[in-house]
C-alpha cells in the first residue's frame, strides 16, 4: 500500500445525502465478475441502502480518500435457522417428538465495491473489518458473504484474509419471461394465501429449513412480497374452499406446493453488459417472432442488455410425489405474473440438493450453478447447543434464500 494515502482514508457510516450521487459512481465503474465476459449492473434507484434497507438491522459504510468515495459495503443481521432439534413436548408422531428449529443471530456482507484504480491497497479489507466490528457490536454469531466461484478477488479477500471458509454453494436458477403466457397445468388449483396463514404453513413446515428467518412475518406483511401461492391437485381444494392452514395441515392432499413472490423489480434493476452484436441481434430476433408470432410460443431471449427488473420466487417448498409438478405450475404462475408487471426475468436461488428444483424452469445460460456462500464464525465463546459450529455443519436438502438481500 502507498504509505502516503493511509492517513487520508476514512471510513465511516453512509449518509444519503452527502454520499448518493458518489456511491452510484463508483457502482458504475466497478464490474462484478472476471473481466472479458459478461457483466452485471446494478442501477439501485437512487438509494444505495436498499439491498439491506428491509432487514431488521442494517448498516452501509463508505470508504473516503479526501472528499473521494472510494469504496462502500453493506451489512444486514438477522436471526435464522441454523440447525434442529428434537423436541419431547409435540405431539406430532407416535413418540411425541418433533424437530424444532435451533435459530443464531447471523450477518450478512453484501455489495462491496473498491474504485478500480483504489484497488489492492487494504480498502475492501479495512471495510470487511469496521463492518465485522459492528456485527460483534450487535450481538451477531456468524457472518458469511455470496460471491460467484470465479471472483477470485472476493474469493480471496475473505477466504485468505478475513478467514471465512467455503460453506455452501446454492444455483441462482433464472428463467426469461417470455412475450406470451406460460401453461398452467389445468389439473392443479392455485390458491392466494394471506400472509397470516402462509406464516402459519411455513412455520410449521420449513422453519427448520436452514436460514429461514425467525421473522418470516415480516417477510411475508412487507410491501415488496407480491404474495404467497400454494398449489393442489385440482379437485382438492379451491381458494373458496380453503380450509385455512391448520386444517389444510391436518388433512393435505398426496402433493402440494408454495411460493412467495418478491417484486425485487421496485428495488433495483439490472443490466447486462459486455454482449457481442451478434448475440444482441440474436436475441432481438427471437423477441421480434415472439410478439409477432405468439401462437408458435417461441422461448424468446427478454432484452437483458438495457435495464430490467425483475422478480424473485422464494420460500419454494411442497410435500408429496408430485410436489415438483406443482413447482411447475406455480412457476408458470409466477411467470405470468411478471409479465403482467414488466419485470424480464424470474429468479430463484435453492440448494444444490433441492428436491424440488426438476420442477422450476431456467435456461442454463442466464443461471448461476454455483453461487458460493462463505461463513466464518465471529466468535468461539457462543453457546450453539446440539448444533455446534454452525460453519462445520452438513449442508440440508434445501435451503431459505431471504428475498430483502437478493
Ligand atoms: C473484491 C474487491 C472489493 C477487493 O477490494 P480491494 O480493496 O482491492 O481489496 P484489498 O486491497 O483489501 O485486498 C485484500 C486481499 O484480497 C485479495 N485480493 C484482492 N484483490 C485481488 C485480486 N484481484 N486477485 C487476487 N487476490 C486479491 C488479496 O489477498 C489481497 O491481499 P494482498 O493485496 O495483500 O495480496 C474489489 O476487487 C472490487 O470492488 N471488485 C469488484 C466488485 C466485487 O467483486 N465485489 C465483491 C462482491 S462480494
Redesign the pocket.
Known amino acids: 500500500?502507498d504509505e502516503e494515502l493511509k492517513p487520508m482514508l476514512s471510513v465511516r457510516e453512509f449518509d444519503p445525502d452527502r454520499d448518493t450521487e458518489r456511491v452510484e459512481a463508483v457502482e458504475r465503474i466497478?464490474?462484478?465478475?472476471p473481466s472479458g465476459k459478461l457483466s452485471l449492473f446494478t442501477d439501485m434507484l437512487r438509494d444505495p441502502i436498499c439491498r439491506v434497507r428491509h432487514s431488521p438491522a442494517f448498516l452501509m459504510l463508505v470508504a473516503e480518500i479526501g472528499e473521494e468515495v472510494v469504496?462502500m459495503i453493506r451489512g444486514c443481521i438477522k436471526t435464522v435457522t441454523c440447525g434442529k432439534r428434537l423436541s419431547r413436548n409435540g405431539k406430532h408422531n407416535a413418540n411425541n417428538t418433533k424437530h424444532v428449529p435451533v435459530y443464531t443471530k447471523v450477518a450478512y456482507?453484501?455489495?462491496?465495491?473498491?474504485?478500480?484504480n483504489?484497488?489492492?491497497?487494504?480498502?475492501?479489507?479495512?471495510?470487511v473489518h469496521r463492518m465485522e466490528a459492528w456485527f460483534r457490536d450487535n450481538g451477531a454469531e456468524y457472518s458469511y458473504?455470496?460471491?460467484e466461484n470465479d471472483?477470485?478477488?472476493?474469493v480471496?479477500?475473505f477466504t485468505?484474509?478475513c478467514g471465512y471458509s467455503k460453506f455452501r454453494t446454492p444455483s441462482i436458477l433464472v428463467n426469461p419471461v417470455f412475450a406470451h403466457r406460460a401453461r398452467v397445468s389445468p389439473k392443479v388449483t392455485i390458491i392466494s394465501l394471506s400472509p397470516s396463514d402462509a406464516e402459519v404453513l411455513y412455520r410449521r413446515r420449513f422453519a427448520t429449513t436452514e436460514f429461514f428467518p425467525r421473522d418470516i412475518d415480516s417477510v411475508l406483511k412487507n410491501k415488496l412480497s407480491l404474495g404467497t401461492f400454494l398449489a393442489v391437485p385440482g379437485g382438492s381444494y379451491s381458494s373458496e374452499t380453503w380450509p385455512g392452514p391448520d386444517l389444510f395441515l391436518s388433512d393435505p392432499p398426496k402433493s402440494w406446493a408454495l411460493v412467495s413472490v418478491w417484486n425485487s423489480k421496485e428495488v433495483f434493476t439490472l443490466e447486462v453488459r459486455g454482449a457481442s452484436r451478434v448475440k444482441r441481434t440474436l436475441a432481438k430476433t427471437t423477441r421480434v417472432v415472439d410478439r409477432a408470432l405468439p401462437w408458435l410460443r417461441v422461448p424468446s431471449i427478454p432484452d437483458l442488455f438495457r435495464p430490467f427488473g425483475f422478480h424473485f420466487m422464494y420460500g419454494l417448498g411442497g410435500e408429496g410425489p408430485d410436489a415438483a409438478k406443482m413447482v411447475k405450475a406455480l412457476c408458470g404462475f409466477a411467470h405470468n405474473l411478471a409479465m403482467e408487471k414488466g419485470c424480464r426475468v424470474v429468479a430463484t436461488e435453492v440448494s444444490p440438493n433441492e428436491p424440488l428444483r426438476s420442477g422450476i424452469p431456467h435456461w442454463k445460460m442466464l443461471s448461476c450453478d454455483e453461487d458460493l456462500w462463505c461463513m466464518k464464525r465471529l466468535g468461539e465463546d457462543y453457546s450453539d447447543g446440539s448444533v455446534g459450529d454452525w460453519t462445520k455443519s452438513q449442508p440440508g436438502m434445501s435451503i431459505f434464500v431471504d428475498p430483502r438481500e437478493v
Open positions: 500500500m466497478c464490474e462484478v465478475g469504496g456482507i453484501l455489495g462491496l465495491r473498491v474504485s478500480p483504489q484497488r489492492r491497497m487494504g480498502i475492501g479489507l479495512k471495510l458473504m455470496a460471491t471472483n477470485l478477488a472476493s480471496k479477500l485468505d484474509k
